[in-house]
């Protein structure tokens, strides 16, 4: 795959257009009732730095948690955000994340901080407005790191190529480390950050997330939507 096609496959998938129509119609309220300069770029800043600690925590403890598939009403969300994309990581449709679930996210970790930022210079709106946008967008650049680490395209830059390398250990070797996408700063920092040739094991539930047909047993919901429990490798699976 070239630079050309994966861009081409990312600017057209309705996430990523519905991000960036948002973050214009955010940015358009800003222009209407702005915040001065010093909270706008204040928001803009705390709304970025924020954003890789917000996503290690929902990914650690939310995507890969073991308790959303016992509860009936979260199992069809817990599978359509993160227990379909680890089944298959390859494929697109899971690859980006379901918008009913990423945008209130993105609101909620971007858009309270930029409104008590904005709100000490009596433009709280415009600050809310500026923060909100900037996590979309920042968004945006998440999935599109995310997508160089899925499809078939070989990054020049060594600092994605060794990205790519660490997600791909997330979702083949272990799924119990290397959370980040765009940075493993917080990996580090909580002890999760790791290298194939530290864990020479490979994780059992590294396609499955723990959901086992032993656990499916009990907690059905997951399989029953998902005709089953898939096993092994998900390149290999169908091979005689």
């Known amino acids: 795959m070239t630079l050309r096609e994966l861009v081409v496959a990312y600017v ?22 702005p ?8 928001a803009v800043a705390v709304s970025a730095l924020v954003y890789p600690l917000v996503w290690y925590v929902l990914h650690r403890w939310v995507l890969h948690s073991r308790w959303m598939f016992k509860v009936p009403v979260l199992a069809s969300t817990w599978k359509r955000i993160h227990y379909d994309h680890h089944q298959d990581p390859n494929h697109l449709e899971v690859l980006f994340g379901a ?3 990423t945008l209130p996210t993105i609101a909620l970790a971007t858009a309270p901080l930029g409104y008590a930022i904005g709100s000490y210079w009596g433009a709280g709106f415009g600050g809310a407005c500026i923060a909100f946008a900037t996590g979309l967008l920042t968004t945006c650049f998440y999935e599109f790191v995310h997508c ?3 499809l078939a395209y070989k990054p020049k830059s060594k600092w994605i190529a060794e990205m790519k390398k660490r997600h791909m250990a997330h979702h083949f070797h272990d799924e119990t480390g290397n959370f980040g996408i765009t940075t493993f700063f917080w990996d580090k920092l909580f002890g999760t ?10 994780s059992p539930t590294v396609f499955n997330l723990g959901y086992t047909p032993e656990v499916a047993e009990k907690w059905p919901h997951v399989a029953r939507l998902s005709g089953g429990v898939a096993k092994g490798h998900p390149r290999k699976r169908g091979e005689a």
């Open 148 to 150: 160089i680490q899925h």
């Open 99 to 101: 918008l009913h679930t």
């Open 12 to 33: 057209q998938y309705p996430a990523i257009i519905a991000y960036v129509a948002l973050s214009l119609v955010a940015i358009g309220l800003f222009a209407w009732q």
């Open 193 to 202: 950050f790791y290298d194939r040739a530290e864990r020479p094991a490979k």
């Open 35 to 42: 915040a001065p300069v010093v909270p706008t770029l204040a």
